[in-house]
């Protein structure tokens, strides 16, 4: 049934999203707030801190200002119990602790690079927001946050979005979803790596250059526009786009 995603729109749309500012954060106007932008700050400032044995000359590795940005542009701001400034400092201890150990030989085969993604977003859920439900904000943040694994958002939408799509598996924790999810884009992968890739515009030369490399040699243009079809395909069902949207217990706020 993947044949029914429109992804040339979900291409188009993903594009607007690169480029255009989050209507929905303070002026509307805000360049921080194009997926371009985000894709710097905080995989970019992950990058940096990593260049710099892991230290920020005594600040936050990621500001609470741009984890404050992404929950706006992911919907998530209906979270009570985990401000961004919290998610912020517990952050840091989960990068230094997760992710530095593992960043100078990241797993190159798809098993592996599963596997740590699986690893990382139960393990986010637990550090940074509390418990396991949370799996629905750690996926939105290390969607953006890393890259290189293949993260997968995960809300009530996506999951409406694969029962209509004819993959109505037993989900039980993000290891189940993030397996059907992979089902689900193998099979319209192909068509997703005909479909261009935009080019980064926001940062300096060296920041542009660090995305532009990132785009060329892994899939996360593949699965940002595989993601705008899944959103698509519910936005237009009875469910709605509320369905992406989250509180602290997984539901709608």
């Known amino acids: 049934m993947t044949n029914v995603l429109d992804l040339k729109q979900a291409h188009a749309d993903a594009l607007a999203r690169w480029q255009t500012p989050y209507r929905g954060f303070a002026s509307g106007g805000d360049s921080r707030t194009t997926e371009n932008a985000l894709l710097v700050l905080t995989y970019g400032g992950l990058a940096h801190a990593a260049a710099h044995d892991w230290l920020n ?8 200002t741009y984890v404050d ?19 912020a400092a517990d952050l840091d201890d989960f990068i230094r602790r ?10 190159t085969d798809d098993a592996g690079r599963r596997a740590l993604a699986e690893e990382w ?11 396991r439900v949370s799996e629905l904000g750690a996926s939105r943040l290390l969607f953006f946050l ?15 979005a694969l029962r209509r799509l004819g993959h109505d598996v037993p989900v039980t924790n993000y290891a189940d979803y993030a397996r059907a999810m992979h089902a689900t884009y193998a099979e319209v992968l192909p068509r997703l790596r005909a479909l261009s890739r935009p080019v980064a ?38 469910e709605g786009e509320r369905w992406f949207a989250c509180d602290d217990s997984g539901g709608l706020g």
């Open 57 to 64: 000359a005594g600040r936050r590795l990621i500001d609470k």
């Open 69 to 87: 940005m992404l929950w706006h542009v992911q919907q998530l701001t209906r979270w009570r119990t985990r401000r961004p400034e919290q998610v």
């Open 98 to 107: 997760r992710i530095a150990p593992k960043w100078p030989a990241l797993p």
């Open 121 to 131: 977003v139960e393990a986010a859920a637990r550090e940074c927001f509390g418990s």
């Open 146 to 160: 890393c890259p290189m694994v293949p993260v997968f958002n995960l809300s009530r939408g996506h999951l409406a």
């Open 201 to 238: 515009a926001y940062g300096d030369p060296t920041q542009r250059a660090a995305i532009d490399g990132l785009l060329a040699t892994g899939d996360w243009w593949e699965r940002r526009v595989f993601d705008v079809s899944l959103r698509a395909l519910v936005d237009d069902s009875s």
